[in-house]
Protein backbone atom coordinates (compact mmCIF):
# COMPACT_ATOMS: atom_id res chain seq x y z
CA UNK A 1 0.00 0.00 0.00
CA UNK A 2 1.66 3.50 -1.02
CA UNK A 3 1.53 5.92 1.44
CA UNK A 4 3.86 8.52 0.56
CA UNK A 5 1.96 11.13 -1.07
CA UNK A 6 -1.11 10.74 1.34
CA UNK A 7 -1.95 14.04 3.01
CA UNK A 8 -3.14 14.46 6.24
CA UNK A 9 -5.53 16.99 7.80
CA UNK A 10 -6.43 17.64 11.16
CA UNK A 11 -9.39 20.69 11.62
CA UNK A 12 -8.57 21.82 7.92
CA UNK A 13 -4.88 21.92 8.39
CA UNK A 14 -2.31 20.18 6.40
CA UNK A 15 -0.32 17.75 8.97
CA UNK A 16 3.54 17.42 7.56
CA UNK A 17 5.41 14.41 9.10
CA UNK A 18 8.80 15.31 11.21
CA UNK A 19 11.73 14.26 8.80
CA UNK A 20 14.66 15.22 11.04
CA UNK A 21 14.52 14.77 14.41
CA UNK A 22 16.07 17.75 16.84
CA UNK A 23 17.57 16.48 20.33
CA UNK A 24 18.07 19.67 22.69
CA UNK A 25 19.21 19.71 26.30
CA UNK A 26 18.03 22.73 28.36
CA UNK A 27 19.05 24.37 31.26
CA UNK A 28 15.96 25.23 32.92
CA UNK A 29 15.78 28.53 35.07
CA UNK A 30 13.71 28.68 38.55
CA UNK A 31 10.63 30.40 37.84
CA UNK A 32 9.65 28.78 34.08
CA UNK A 33 7.19 26.47 33.51
CA UNK A 34 7.82 23.30 31.69
CA UNK A 35 4.59 23.95 29.43
CA UNK A 36 4.12 25.34 25.07
CA UNK A 37 1.86 28.42 26.52
CA UNK A 38 0.61 30.00 30.05
CA UNK A 39 -2.34 31.27 30.97
CA UNK A 40 -1.11 33.00 33.69
CA UNK A 41 1.99 35.09 31.56
CA UNK A 42 5.01 32.72 33.17
CA UNK A 43 8.07 32.22 31.24
CA UNK A 44 7.90 28.83 29.97
CA UNK A 45 10.83 26.79 28.19
CA UNK A 46 9.81 27.90 24.81
CA UNK A 47 11.25 31.29 25.46
CA UNK A 48 14.53 29.96 26.11
CA UNK A 49 15.30 28.45 22.91
CA UNK A 50 15.56 30.40 19.67
CA UNK A 51 15.30 27.51 17.59
CA UNK A 52 12.61 26.71 15.19
CA UNK A 53 11.41 23.60 15.43
CA UNK A 54 8.40 21.92 14.47
CA UNK A 55 6.64 19.41 17.01
CA UNK A 56 9.45 20.53 19.82
CA UNK A 57 7.73 18.75 23.24
CA UNK A 58 10.19 18.50 26.61
CA UNK A 59 10.91 15.24 27.79
CA UNK A 60 9.02 14.65 31.36
CA UNK A 61 9.09 18.15 33.98
CA UNK A 62 10.44 19.93 35.96
CA UNK A 63 8.13 22.42 38.13
CA UNK A 64 7.90 26.07 38.09
CA UNK A 65 10.48 26.22 41.17
CA UNK A 66 12.74 23.27 40.04
CA UNK A 67 16.00 24.28 37.64
CA UNK A 68 18.50 22.05 35.76
CA UNK A 69 18.81 19.20 32.75
CA UNK A 70 15.42 19.03 30.33
CA UNK A 71 15.75 17.46 27.05
CA UNK A 72 13.37 18.46 24.44
CA UNK A 73 12.77 16.65 21.07
CA UNK A 74 10.09 15.86 18.21
CA UNK A 75 11.18 12.25 18.21
CA UNK A 76 8.10 11.12 20.07
CA UNK A 77 9.11 7.60 20.24
CA UNK A 78 12.15 8.80 22.34
CA UNK A 79 9.78 11.08 24.57
CA UNK A 80 7.49 7.88 25.26
CA UNK A 81 10.44 5.50 25.98
CA UNK A 82 12.67 7.94 28.86
CA UNK A 83 8.84 9.32 30.32
CA UNK A 84 7.39 6.29 30.88
CA UNK A 85 7.54 5.30 34.28
CA UNK A 86 8.34 1.37 32.99
CA UNK A 87 11.50 2.54 31.58
CA UNK A 88 13.05 3.29 35.40
CA UNK A 89 15.25 6.10 33.26
CA UNK A 90 17.77 7.27 36.37
CA UNK A 91 17.36 11.12 37.13
CA UNK A 92 19.91 12.54 39.77
CA UNK A 93 19.15 16.08 41.73
CA UNK A 94 21.23 18.30 43.57
CA UNK A 95 19.10 18.63 46.44
CA UNK A 96 19.13 21.76 49.65
CA UNK A 97 17.45 20.96 52.08
CA UNK A 98 16.77 22.56 56.21
CA UNK A 99 17.78 20.32 59.09
CA UNK A 100 20.22 17.61 60.14
CA UNK A 101 20.12 14.23 57.87
CA UNK A 102 21.08 11.56 60.37
CA UNK A 103 21.89 8.28 59.03
CA UNK A 104 18.04 7.01 59.91
CA UNK A 105 16.91 10.03 57.66
CA UNK A 106 18.97 9.19 54.99
CA UNK A 107 17.90 5.27 55.12
CA UNK A 108 14.36 5.61 54.84
CA UNK A 109 14.76 8.50 52.22
CA UNK A 110 16.68 5.28 50.29
CA UNK A 111 14.23 3.03 51.38
CA UNK A 112 11.30 4.87 50.29
CA UNK A 113 8.84 6.86 51.53
CA UNK A 114 4.77 6.92 51.36
CA UNK A 115 3.41 9.55 48.76
CA UNK A 116 -0.22 9.36 48.29
CA UNK A 117 -0.26 5.93 50.42
CA UNK A 118 1.71 4.53 47.55
CA UNK A 119 5.70 3.81 48.56
CA UNK A 120 8.49 5.62 46.89
CA UNK A 121 10.82 2.99 44.68
CA UNK A 122 14.12 2.74 46.39
CA UNK A 123 16.45 5.82 45.63
CA UNK A 124 20.06 6.40 45.66
CA UNK A 125 20.74 9.56 48.45
CA UNK A 126 24.14 10.33 49.59
CA UNK A 127 24.98 13.28 52.26
CA UNK A 128 27.54 15.41 50.29
CA UNK A 129 27.45 18.28 52.96
CA UNK A 130 25.84 18.75 56.29
CA UNK A 131 25.56 22.54 57.63
CA UNK A 132 24.40 23.64 60.77
CA UNK A 133 20.68 24.42 59.20
CA UNK A 134 20.82 22.70 56.11
CA UNK A 135 22.29 20.06 54.16
CA UNK A 136 22.98 19.24 51.21
CA UNK A 137 22.47 16.07 49.48
CA UNK A 138 22.54 13.79 45.95
CA UNK A 139 19.43 12.22 45.15
CA UNK A 140 18.71 9.67 41.95
CA UNK A 141 15.11 8.62 41.56
CA UNK A 142 13.82 6.34 38.86
CA UNK A 143 10.09 7.63 38.94
CA UNK A 144 8.94 10.77 38.10
CA UNK A 145 5.73 11.08 40.24
CA UNK A 146 4.61 14.61 40.28
CA UNK A 147 7.06 16.93 42.86
CA UNK A 148 8.45 13.76 43.58
CA UNK A 149 11.53 14.93 45.34
CA UNK A 150 9.91 17.65 47.48
CA UNK A 151 7.29 15.59 48.72
CA UNK A 152 9.87 12.71 49.56
CA UNK A 153 11.73 15.26 51.82
CA UNK A 154 7.82 16.73 52.86
CA UNK A 155 7.25 12.63 54.26
CA UNK A 156 10.46 12.81 56.46
CA UNK A 157 9.73 16.78 57.93
CA UNK A 158 12.76 18.47 55.84
CA UNK A 159 11.75 21.46 53.61
CA UNK A 160 13.63 21.57 50.43
CA UNK A 161 14.93 24.98 49.65
CA UNK A 162 17.02 23.99 46.54
CA UNK A 163 16.38 21.56 43.54
CA UNK A 164 18.07 21.21 40.37
CA UNK A 165 18.26 17.98 37.91
CA UNK A 166 21.92 17.33 37.10
CA UNK A 167 21.95 14.06 35.31
CA UNK A 168 19.47 11.84 33.52
CA UNK A 169 21.11 8.71 32.98
CA UNK A 170 24.46 9.16 32.34
CA UNK A 171 24.02 12.12 30.12
CA UNK A 172 24.66 16.07 32.51
CA UNK A 173 23.94 19.49 32.68
CA UNK A 174 28.01 19.89 32.86
CA UNK A 175 28.72 23.48 30.53
CA UNK A 176 25.36 25.14 30.20
CA UNK A 177 24.77 28.31 32.15
CA UNK A 178 20.95 28.79 33.47
CA UNK A 179 18.79 29.70 30.52
CA UNK A 180 21.44 27.80 27.95
CA UNK A 181 20.46 25.12 25.61
CA UNK A 182 22.77 23.37 22.86
CA UNK A 183 22.00 20.30 20.54
CA UNK A 184 22.60 16.87 21.66
CA UNK A 185 26.10 14.74 20.26
CA UNK A 186 25.02 11.99 18.20
CA UNK A 187 26.39 9.47 20.73
CA UNK A 188 24.33 11.29 23.16
CA UNK A 189 21.43 10.65 21.27
CA UNK A 190 22.86 6.82 20.89
CA UNK A 191 22.83 7.02 24.12
CA UNK A 192 19.55 7.79 24.90
CA UNK A 193 17.95 5.53 22.93
CA UNK A 194 19.75 3.01 24.40
CA UNK A 195 17.96 3.96 27.60
Same mark, same amino acid.
Given at each position: ?14 ? *?? +?????? $? ?7 ? %? ?10 ? /???? %? ?6 ? *????? &? ?5 ? #? ?29 GQ ?11 ? /?? %??? /????RS??? #? ?8 ? #? ?10 ? $? ?10 ? /? ?10 ? #??? &? ?11 ? +? ?6
Amino acid at each position: METSNDTVTVDGKKI *VP +VSKFTY $IMLYKPKGC %ITSVSDDKGRKT /VYDY %IDAEVPHL *VPVGR &LDYDTEG #LLLLTNDGELVNRLAHPSGEVPKTYLVRAEGQFPEHLLAKLRKG /VE %IDG /VLTKRSKVK #LLEQGDTEAK #LSVTITEGRNRQ $IRRMFEAVERNV /VFLKRVAIGDLR #LGG &LSRGGWRYLRDEE +VEYLKKL
